[in-house]
């Protein structure tokens, strides 16, 4: 019996945590998750272990033809795979859910439906628009603005005479012809009207004027799509947040892999800094790695696994699975780990590590290592390709027993990116790596930007790429990180006052 099924979740608009908790739970189960481009990528790290499609879905973008998506959508369930189709905004608000609904029905393919923040009323409402208001607009009507038939005189003269609030989306492009046939039809060139770019992300833009002015105002004020467009009277009213974020209007590059460079934007977005992901470096699995299997299937004989790395224990776990190794089999073996991040990965699993130095580095671990392990004692260490050879120099000296066996590299992907030069407010390096990978990419740094770097051995590859006049996070962690941010922008904020 064939058991797959396909569930259509709205992923809502703007920042990842607009999510429903039912489409995060969804996400996290799935087995294949098809997404469009507009979703904020960092949703795409809890489904951790699914098939991850992008079928594009942008104005002005390639994308997959609404047929191809529906046949990929039903080719996936018949492989009995539970499947998340993650659409921007709600499945239903111009985003082609009945479409593929339809197509799911005739291939007897079940469904269900999570409905998701619509930006028709998010965008508009975090920049203090209300959609509705009493005694000013008692409805609101929702147009897609970058068609031509949904803008036809016809069409645009009922909408200039409703009343209500008129929300376009995805219509900058036609902007004056939506201008111009609303005042043609009756509506008053003084309507307030606004367009709102990027809403309901940290780095958004609103620009308020009337429809006699408002061209002139977008074209001067450089916006960009996609924008959301509201004409009426509520848009006089200005009910944006007085509640701010310390990181407010503060532009953050974060390098790294997807995994840390996430864990850290996270951090950083929810003290409303503006996030541009650099991720450049590549995890790549060693699948096929017979000394890996064999010391897992002997696991019995070692007294310590060692980890270095969140990626590295999660390919541990993973390989237990693959293996078929009954988690018994580790009572009697103690673990040792780098980080607080690295603990937290063998916690989900009901693994608890006996040893994490205060310093989370490869040098403070061998210390630890050193002063804990017996003579008769054995460690199975697993982690990157180029691990510091710090670990294992501290371990030679003591006379300690190991094998240490790389399980993943890292791979350096340097994408092709219009702007060599970064002129963010911050530029952040999870690890020396990643300064490998950014210089080597031909990158640069502009005078304005601050850096700060996770520890000493990250700061010393800059050093060696040329680079002075870094800050450097007081714990090797993101949160430290994140931390030394707040206290630069709070530092120089007071020297302002």
């Known amino acids: 019996m064939n058991k797959g099924r396909v569930y259509l979740v709205g992923a809502g608009c703007g920042d990842y945590d607009l999510i429903t908790l039912r489409g995060l739970e969804l996400i996290k189960k799935c087995d294949v998750l098809i997404y469009d481009s507009l979703i904020d990528k960092e949703l795409l790290e809890y489904a951790e272990n699914a098939e991850k499609i992008c079928v594009g879905k942008r104005s002005g973008a390639h994308s997959e033809t609404q047929e191809t998506i529906n046949s990929l959508l039903i080719e996936k369930a018949r492989e009995n795979k ?130 006699k002015n408002i061209c002139n105002v977008a074209e001067n004020s450089e916006i960009k799509p996609p924008v959301i467009i509201a004409v009426g009277k509520t848009v006089e009213y200005d009910f944006s947040p007085t509640i701010k974020k310390p990181l407010e209007d503060i532009s ?110 490869s040098e403070a671990l061998g210390k630890l290592l050193a002063k804990k392990v017996h003579s008769d004692e054995k460690l199975l260490i697993l982690r990157a390709e180029k691990g510091s050879l710090l670990l294992t120099e501290i371990l030679d000296k003591n006379n300690i027993q190991y094998d240490d066996i790389k399980t993943y590299g890292v791979q350096l992907d340097y994408k092709t990116e219009a702007n060599k030069t970064i002129d963010t407010d911050f530029i952040a390096f999870a690890s020396s790596s990643g300064v490998d990978a950014f210089y080597e990419g031909g990158f640069t740094i502009s005078p304005k930007t601050k850096i700060v770097c996770i520890g000493e051995i990250t700061a010393e590859t800059l050093i060696k790429h040329g680079v002075s006049g870094f800050n450097i996070s007081k714990t090797k962690t993101v949160e430290g990180i994140t931390d030394t941010i707040l206290k630069i922008v709070e530092e120089n904020s007071n020297e302002k006052i």
């Open 82 to 211: 539970t499947v998340v189709r993650l659409k921007g905004g709600d499945p239903f608000v111009f985003g082609r859910g009945g479409e593929e609904i339809i197509a799911l029905k005739e291939g007897d393919i079940p469904f269900d439906i999570v409905p998701g923040i619509s930006s028709a009323i998010a965008v508009p409402e975090l920049a203090g628009i209300p959609v509705t208001h009493r005694l000013t607009s008692r409805s609101f009507h929702v147009i897609t603005g970058h068609t031509a038939e949904d803008i036809l005189p016809e069409n645009m003269k009922a909408y200039a005479e409703c009343g209500g609030t008129l929300i376009f989306l995805m219509g900058l492009k036609n902007l004056p012809k939506i201008v111009h046939s609303l005042i043609e039809n009756g509506m008053s060139e003084n309507t307030p009207i606004a367009i709102v770019s990027n809403g309901a992300y940290a780095k958004n833009q609103t620009v308020r004027a009337t429809l």
């Open 252 to 361: 953050v590059t974060v390098t790294g892999t997807q995994r840390l460079s996430s864990k850290l934007s996270k951090q950083l977005s929810a003290n409303g800094a503006d996030i541009n992901h650099m991720n450049h470096l590549n995890i790549i699995e060693y699948r096929n790695n017979p000394k890996f299997d064999k010391a897992l299937n002997d696991i019995e004989k070692y007294s310590y696994i060692v980890l270095t790395s969140m990626n590295g224990a999660e390919i541990f776990i993973n390989k237990l699975k693959a293996l078929k190794i009954d988690i018994r089999k580790l009572i009697n073996i103690k673990f040792a780990v780098i980080g607080m991040g690295t603990a937290s990965v063998l916690e989900k699993y009901g693994i608890f590590a006996e040893l994490i130095p205060n310093d989370f580095t």
